[in-house]
């Protein structure tokens, strides 16, 4: 039998800020865990855990918390309403968002961002992601056949990932995901990303073998690994 539990939107009073959590419950746990991910703040705790415990937890990591909460929040990106004249990045790039009737599948014209005009927001939401996507896998498709062929390797089969916390992965069969929110970043930080990934088909660890490829490819990776970690939460589209 599978207990299941929809994680419910709680909330808590730390030293006077309101702090909205996600409180999950499970048959698996044992302890009560804290965690800040993309959507904020979770809770997971053993199914018959008192709220009073929950509580005294979060009190006792009330700092942790609030500092936590507020790094979340500054780095949210921001929620869309996928309307004209919002802005869309590609490749470091903003798009305007212009809605125009008649246009049958979006596209770019110039740093404008041409989508059909649909009736919600939810159609044109759908229209820019399947753009975006196509973008994307063409783009990593070139950046990883280039890497390989500097290294003499035969072309990897690229696919995208929808990774909430990762940006690639290469499997020991030659298969490279990167993760369509991607393409949103300067093309530099996607060189990187791709080069990183192409790397792992000569060397399958992080040895320094495997940096030595990757700087062979992209001299400056420690600067963009950096960068990517520090800014390209602010490419995320929810
Ligand atoms: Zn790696």
Known sequence: ????????????????CRIPYRLRRSPRRRTIALLIDDR????????????????????????????????????????????????????????????????????QDGDRLLVGAAPDAAAIEASVHRWIKDEAIRHFTDRCRDYSTQLGLPEPAVRLSNARTR??????????????????????????????????????NHSPAFWQTVATLVPDHRELRAALRREAHRYLLP
């Open 1 to 16: 039998m599978r207990a299941e539990h929809p994680p419910a939107e709680q909330a808590i009073e730390l030293a006077g």
């Open 40 to 107: 904020g703040l979770q809770v997971a705790a053993p199914l018959r855990a008192p709220q009073d415990a929950i509580d005294a937890l979060l009190r006792e990591h009330a700092r942790w918390v609030i500092r936590k909460f507020g790094d979340w929040q500054r780095k949210r990106p921001l929620p869309r309403s996928w309307i004209a004249g919002e802005q869309v990045m590609l490749r470091g790039n903003a798009l305007t968002l212009e809605l125009r009737a008649g246009v049958p599948r979006a596209r």
């Open 167 to 204: 940006w690639g992965s290469c499997h020991a069969s030659g298969r490279i995901r990167m993760n369509w929110r991607l393409i949103q970043l300067p093309e530099a930080w996607i060189d990187y990303v791709a080069a990183h990934e192409v790397a792992h088909l000569r060397q399958m």
